[in-house]
């Protein structure tokens, strides 16, 4: 299973998304398939053809629409979207994709979202392009999408609003919603280079918006937008894999994985307050934290504190060390690590049912010991050792049952 990178070059719309992912090899039927589902079969006609922009080939969608006068808001679109036989995975996805426009529409225009219009975006063509590129990504099933930081361009686009200024305030509002930062350098270029429905997918289907460092590319789509620009006017939607020695697809144990480390160095808060700050890292997800007591200046007693944590929770854990603590500032490093498959599990003991964790050795033999606290619990229960616990344990431990997959 690869991961997507999809390459805003220099915007993004629904149309050339799903050109670059028809590209890429998704099949027509694939798309067309859940359109048929919510009963839109026989109002367009979809057509994928060759073209290019400043000599650069790729797919250019074009739709017939044979439904030009329905006017759909949210409320029907959603009515038409719950009552389709889709995939749930799917099905959710179309509906986020749908609702994030409805609530920028609505918030833009001080409106209750249900009560929203979409125009164009309740139009035909678009309503193709959202629920093919939601297909798409559930037809190629990718372990992540990741996407580079989107173009705005300048000056105005007719719409059923009238003449708005680019960027229009749906797509403000999408963006301040989900905190996507956008790229500035080209937006002297005239035009609409990301339309409100190609950063509605982005927001809603994007898993991270930072490029990996390092990844092989598998194979890619190219779509051919509208406009004629200084610059090639297209997205790329690339296969990649992010590190070929990243084997946990494949069950191979260790796994090799990119992390992040943060720490700083605290002298002006007490032990009480630290122990929390620590509790509060741990429940937010961190792999792990550690902590000691040191000299600093002025021969005060301070804390070096260090969290592990993973690599796409940087910015959330910055705010943490902000938001919980005292510090000024903090260190950050990515660093590469190899772990051992683990997952967590029980069996049926003397004791009755015990939690156990299983850990997969490189050779691939499997070594299994029960949970700390388990040990704890029993030795209370039964005023015994934790030495006397393990081998009662040991000996009367029947069939490991997992509760997870290997990870």
């Not at 833009?108 to 990504?137: Q, R, T």
């Not at 610059?231 to 260790?254: A, F, G, H, W, Y």
């Not at 000691?292 to 200046?297: F, L, P, S």
Request: proline share 4%; charged share 30%.
């Amino acid at each position: 299973m690869d991961e997507i990178l999809i390459e805003c070059s220099p915007g993004v719309s629904g149309d050339m998304l799903l050109g670059a992912f028809h590209d890429l090899g998704v099949p027509k039927k694939i798309i067309e398939k859940p359109l048929a589902c919510i009963g839109l079969e026989n109002l367009y006609n979809l057509y994928f053809r060759e073209s290019q922009s400043c000599s650069i080939r790729g797919i250019k969608v074009d739709i017939d629409k044979i439904d030009q006068s329905t006017k759909r808001d949210w409320s029907s679109i959603k009515d038409l979207i719950l009552k389709a036989r889709l995939e749930k995975k799917l099905q959710k996805r179309i509906y986020e994709v749908f609702e994030s426009l409805a609530l920028a529409e609505g918030k833009v225009h001080g409106i209750d979202p249900e009560e929203v219009h979409f125009h164009e975006v309740g139009a035909i063509d678009s309503l193709v392009d959202i629920i093919g590129v939601c297909a798409s990504i559930e037809y190629l099933k990718p372990k992540k999408v990741f996407c580079n930081e989107p173009t705005l361009g300048r000056g105005f686009v007719q719409s059923e609003h009238g003449k708005l200024s680019i960027p229009s305030p749906a797509v403000i509002e999408l963006l301040r919603k989900k905190d996507i930062k956008v790229i500035s350098s080209i937006d002297l270029i005239e035009g609409e280079l990301s339309t409100p429905t190609g950063i509605a997918l982005l927001s809603n289907l994007v898993e991270s918006f930072q490029i990996p460092n390092k990844y092989s590319i598998n194979s890619y789509g190219v779509g051919i937008g509208n406009l004629d620009l200084p610059c090639p006017n297209l997205v790329r939607v690339l296969r990649i894999n992010t590190s070929n020695e990243n084997l946990i697809d494949k069950k191979i144990s260790p796994r090799y994985e990119e992390i992040s480390i943060q720490e700083a160095l605290i002298d002006d808060q007490t032990s009480e307050e630290i122990a929390n700050f620590l509790e509060i890292f741990r429940a937010k997800g961190a792999y792990d934290v550690s902590c000691q007591t040191i000299n600093m200046k002025k021969n005060r007693i301070g804390f070096s504190i260090q969290v592990i944590l993973p690599i796409d929770k940087q910015e959330y854990f910055r705010e943490l060390w902000f938001q919980y603590s005292n510090t000024i500032g903090l260190r950050e490093r990515k660093q590469f690590r190899w772990v051992l498959l683990r997952r967590r599990g029980e069996c049926l003991t003397n004791f009755g049912i015990i939690k156990f964790k299983q850990t997969m050795q490189p050779n691939g033999t499997i070594s299994m010991k029960p949970e700390n606290d388990e040990i704890l619990r029993l030795q209370i229960e039964n005023n015994k050792t934790a030495q006397e616990v393990r081998n009662i344990i040991k000996e009367s431990c029947r069939e490991f049952k997992a509760f997870e997959d290997w990870k």
